[in-house]
């Protein structure tokens, strides 16, 4: 079945904040695998700054300069390890209310979680990036770098394995809400975050019966 955009008379920006090159690179490649129509406009961008303050003043910036919604993304082990959990929560708080015009979601320790649940499943804890990647990531994407190049290169395989990162992320959370209801326990809400673009845009999420990369 086809999918079902916005009409054509409705204009609709979204820009994706995402920390780094990781988050820029997966959603350009997770656009150009959506093919939307030309009134439809996803923008992922880097923020100015990693610090969460600044993030949620680039995200008012960008609505002020006409986009519609902004989605951030976070990667949660350095906002523990810079002790900003209180600060992040407020400004989480603050903007993912109903009808609000943006939203955070989150990733701990960081965006690389949502790669691995493509493959694999896990609760071990971790704080540290580039320890999960070396442990764990690496295990089924051996040659990952954060580079464009790198993750432009697995979409196809991302696109293919959708629905179980879905059933994965999933889970974890109801592992968390249930069993370890930690701030530093694994979380990914990637997930959430390509429902809510979906939803803005008016299109049913990929799976893997959708178009290819």
Same mark, same amino acid.
Request: proline share 4%.
């Given at each position: 079945?086809?999918?079902?955009?916005?009409?054509?008379?409705?204009?609709?920006? !979204?820009?994706?904040?995402?920390?780094g090159?990781? /988050?820029?690179?997966?959603? %350009?490649?997770?656009? =150009?695998?959506?093919k @939307?129509p030309?009134?439809i406009?996803v923008?992922p961008q880097?923020?100015?700054?990693?610090?969460i303050?600044q993030?949620?003043?680039?995200?008012?910036?960008?609505?002020?300069q006409g986009?519609?919604?902004v989605?951030c993304?976070v990667?949660?082990?350095d906002? !523990?390890?810079?002790?900003?959990?209180?600060?992040? /929560?407020?400004?989480r708080? %603050?903007?993912?209310? =109903?009808?609000?015009? @943006?939203?955070?979601?989150e990733?701990m320790p960081?965006f690389?979680?949502?790669?691995?649940?493509?493959?694999?499943?896990?609760?071990s804890c971790?704080?540290?990036?580039?320890?999960?990647?070396?442990?764990?990531?690496?295990?089924?994407?051996?040659?990952?770098q954060?580079?464009?190049?790198?993750i432009?290169?697995?979409?196809?395989?991302?696109?293919?394995?959708?629905?179980?990162?879905?059933?994965?992320?999933?889970?974890?959370?109801?592992?968390?809400?249930?069993d370890?209801?930690n701030?530093?326990?694994?979380?990914?809400?990637i997930?959430?975050?390509?429902?809510?673009?979906?939803?803005l845009i008016?299109?049913?999420?990929?799976s893997n019966e959708?178009?290819?990369?």
């Amino acid at each position: 079945m086809a999918r079902k955009y916005q009409t054509a008379q409705q204009r609709v920006s !979204i820009v994706i904040l995402g920390e780094g090159v990781t /988050e820029r690179a997966y959603f %350009r490649g997770y656009k =150009k695998s959506m093919k @939307i129509p030309s009134n439809i406009k996803v923008e992922p961008q880097l923020p100015s700054s990693p610090d969460i303050k600044q993030m949620e003043k680039d995200a008012k910036w960008h609505i002020e300069q006409g986009a519609d919604f902004v989605l951030c993304v976070v990667d949660k082990d350095d906002i !523990i390890h810079k002790s900003k959990q209180s600060l992040y /929560e407020a400004i989480r708080k %603050r903007c993912n209310r =109903k009808k609000s015009r @943006i939203y955070f979601f989150e990733s701990m320790p960081c965006f690389e979680l949502w790669f691995f649940l493509h493959f694999d499943y896990t609760t071990s804890c971790y704080h540290d990036c580039d320890m999960f990647i070396r442990d764990m990531l690496k295990k089924h994407i051996p040659d990952y770098q954060k580079t464009e190049r790198c993750i432009l290169g697995h979409m196809d395989e991302f696109i293919n394995r959708m629905i179980d990162a879905k059933s994965n992320a999933q889970r974890l959370r109801n592992h968390n809400k249930n069993d370890c209801p930690n701030d530093d326990a694994l979380n990914c809400e990637i997930d959430l975050l390509l429902e809510k673009l979906h939803e803005l845009i008016g299109s049913p999420p990929l799976s893997n019966e959708a178009s290819r990369y």
